[in-house]
């Protein structure tokens, strides 16, 4: 047996040291609620440009995180194009770019989706509902149909960040 593949053995590794495989590991519990309670939350960070493309990006880079996570991806795929559009469009100053952060709460199971702009003084206010005819803020209300709660957070200086939580199954 020694080092050569074993083809019982999973992708045909070799036994652990000291004989161990993993069919040994068959009368280990599977109670991984401890564990997974001492595990960090998972999060996602990336700096993304003022501009358009950049919020474009943003979305295309959220909803393939989220898949490799391994979550569902639709509703805050939107969210976050919504959001990174208002941070290009109303939250830009040359020369500054916006920060997209995706964080899961394991304990929660809450996905927290964050975008930093660097114009606290430009806080978003979503239209009343029904009003059409607003030039601005309809996204926010394509956010508030789709989170299950939203806000904004001042800092840190000179930043705000628009964010957005949604509740995930089981």
């Excluded at 290009?88 to 899961?104: E, I, K, N, Q, S």
Aim: with cysteine; proline share 9%; hydrophobic share 40%.
């Amino acid at each position: 047996m020694g080092d050569q593949p074993d083809s019982t053995r999973p992708y045909g590794l070799p036994a652990w040291p000291g004989g161990l495989d993993s069919r040994a590991l068959a009368d280990v519990p599977h109670d991984t609620s401890a564990l997974e309670l001492a595990l960090p939350a998972r999060e996602f960070t990336v700096q993304m440009p003022s501009t358009r493309r950049g919020a474009h990006r943003a979305r295309t880079i959220a909803a393939h995180q989220l898949r490799c996570w391994r979550l569902p991806y639709d509703s805050a795929a939107h969210i976050v194009a919504e959001l990174a559009a208002n941070a290009a469009l109303h939250g830009r100053v040359p020369g500054r770019d916006f920060r997209l952060t995706l964080r899961v709460n394991r304990t929660s199971s809450v996905l927290r989706i964050e975008v930093t702009d660097a114009r606290p003084e430009r806080l978003p206010e979503a239209p009343a509902q029904g009003d059409g005819a607003a030039e601005c803020g309809r996204g926010l209300l394509l956010v508030t149909a789709l989170a299950d709660r939203w806000g904004v957070t001042a800092g840190p200086v000179p930043c705000k960040t628009v964010w957005a939580e949604l509740d995930l199954p089981g």
